[in-house]
């Protein structure tokens, strides 16, 4: 009998109807929890780009900063060299041969050059029979000795040399070291040849600055091998190739021109460390300086969000199942209040209430609902202020760049400030729409970023300044360029930074355009940085009044300004909405506004004139 029951087939019972439980548990998960992780994930997802274009930003302009550093210290180190080669010259009548080469006057010149920097190790002058004369702190090993011979063999090529980086001494003494070399020529004719030892301690503390800061920062030669780092834990010498932002920066050779940002990977087979490294090219040297930092520690605000973000999901859902299997329990029927409110809910609009005026099960669950929609909505107004106080943050981090180019001179603090106030005044006043304002904002703020890698002695120059130094000057827009052009973020911005000093005549720079070759952003940035320029005392300047910097701006309408930013200008002068702060005065007041300039206004003395040459010629 048991076992002709076993053989029965197995009859299960089928629902009538699906239980009003999972009904409410399935409505409520998808009407609360699903809109809010898609919302909740687009805001994760555009502030962990903002908080990496952040990190990477910041790489960027510390790599690029050492590398404008190591630029200069071996422009000046050349230049000294120059001036060595010169002096031994005219102290020898262009002869130090075996007889002169161990005159008192040629000893006297070579160790006043290496007293005269503390970067300067040592210094030898050979002359054509490889015979001379040397000072110095240090005596040459070895290694330097060989160093010593290829160098000369190039100075008899006519080519000046770059040594390898090389240890001298041991223990605490031991000293990182590279010879630079120039040869010395008459007529065309080879003399000898000046060698120097530069002790590279100035880069190591450098870069011992850079690491406080939780980065990693060493340098490396063209072939990838270490130059100086912060640390010990590298030896001077040692292949980086392992590496692969070193290896990247090696296989693009002379191509090198920009920095780069890279994750990539170190470690051995069983233990990787993410990384998040910049390079940024030393092209005087072939070298790089490299900064990286691991990923973890990198992206940490972005990992906090992340887990936090999921956790509030987490808990979220399970609130609301909680809620929809205590609804369900005390629900019987009809539904058809609860159905319209959960498709109110479904749309997004979680202003919507249930107005049931029940003592029964449904009466609770309504309430229920109310709770819940109220709690979604306060969720996503925190959502969306936490939106915008992330874009105040992004705001700020740009404000904070500017102010800190404006604080390297403080003849020019505040100037980014008021660029960007006047620029939107100007904007506004031409009646471009609010997209462009935006992107002017950010522009108009960032303007003289470049000016981060343009040294005191030329930013802070009191009176005109030689060709030379203008040259320098005028590279601080491809500067600021180069350091934000790989943050994608801000490309619409970079003609408002890069071309700011182009002319309408085509005398500006850095390329010369002319009209309509020239962008709106700039042209509107440059009416604003002229009239503050013309407006606040700097090294070559007193502040004009600012009805005689309009009559100056006029000048050039036209010539080097666009006429229609300035008309803009012009109009917002005279209806009393731009304030200028006088230095005597203790609190900033309106100036009264004067009668427009004529349609060509004039220079009317020698002050005007001047200044409207130093405006023509950008010295601002």
Known sequence: MRRYKATLPLKLPMPARIPVLYVILSVLVLISVVPMYFYSAQVEAINRDRLKTNEMLLQNTVTRSLADDISQHQQTLRMMLSNLSSAIQVASGGDFGSKNVEA?????????????????????????????????????????????????????????????????????????????????????????????????????????????????????????????????????????????????????????????????????????????????????????????????????????????????????????????????????NPLEVLTESSRAIA???????????????????????????????????????????????????????????????????????????YSLMIAREMALDEDFLETLRISAQLHDVGKIGIEDR??????????????????????????LRPV????????????????????????????????????VIAVADTFDALTTNRPYQQAHDPIEALRIIHNLAGKRLDPAAVAALTAVFERGEIRIQRVAAAVAAPVTPAPAPTAEPTASNAKDKGMVAAVETHRF
């Not at 490309?491 to 500006?508: F, N, T, V």
Request: net charge neutral.
């Open 488 to 523: 994608k973020q801000l490309k619409d911005m970079l003609p408002g930074i890069e071309l700011h000093h182009e002319s309408l005549d085509g005398r500006g720079y850095p390329y010369g355009l002319k009209g309509d070759q020239i962008p709106l952003l700039p042209r």
């Open 104 to 332: 008192p006057e040629l000893r006297a010149l070579l160790e006043n050059f290496v007293s005269s920097s503390p970067d300067i190790a040592y210094a030898t002058l050979l002359n054509s029979d490889a015979k001379g004369i040397s000072a110095g702190r240090i005596a040459p090993d070895a290694f330097l000795q060989r160093e010593l011979e290829r160098a000369y063999a190039a100075s008899r090529d006519g080519r000046v040399y770059n040594g390898q980086a090389l240890v001298v001494g041991s223990g605490k003494s031991a000293r990182t070291v590279m010879l630079v070399s120039a040869p010395v020529m008459y007529g065309g004719r080879f003399l000898g040849m000046i060698g120097s030892v530069v002790d590279l301690q100035f880069l190591i503390s450098r870069l011992q600055e850079v690491s406080s800061g939780g980065l990693t920062p060493y340098v490396v030669d063209s072939q990838g091998r270490l130059v100086a780092a912060a640390t010990p834990d590298y030896a001077t010498g040692q292949d980086m190739k392992n590496l692969e932002i070193v290896h990247n920066f090696v296989d693009q050779g002379n191509k090198a021109q920009l920095a780069a940002t890279k994750e990539f990977d170190i470690g051995d087979g069983r233990t990787r460390t993410a990384m998040l490294g910049t390079y940024s090219p030393v092209t005087a040297l072939d070298w790089a300086v490299v900064v990286q930092k691991p990923r973890h520690e990198a992206y940490r605000g972005v990992y906090e969000m992340q887990r936090t973000g999921r956790l509030l999901a987490f808990l979220a859902v399970l609130v609301s199942m909680g809620l929809s299997i205590f609804a369900a329990r005390r629900i019987t």
């Open 458 to 483: 030329v930013l802070k120059k009191p009176g005109a300044l030689t060709p030379e130094e203008f040259e320098i000057m005028k590279t601080h827009t491809t500067k600021g360029a180069n350091i």
């Open 347 to 421: 749309r997004g609009d979680f202003s919507q209430r249930v107005h049931l005026k029940s003592r029964t099960e449904i009466g609770e669950l309504a309430e229920t609902f109310n709770v819940m929609s109220e709690e979604l909505e306060q969720f996503v107004q925190d959502l969306k202020r936490a939106a915008e106080e992330n874009l105040a943050l992004f705001m700020g981090s740009i404000q904070m760049l500017a102010g800190a180019v404006d604080e390297k001179d403080p003849y020019t603090r505040g100037h980014s400030d008021r660029v960007t106030r």
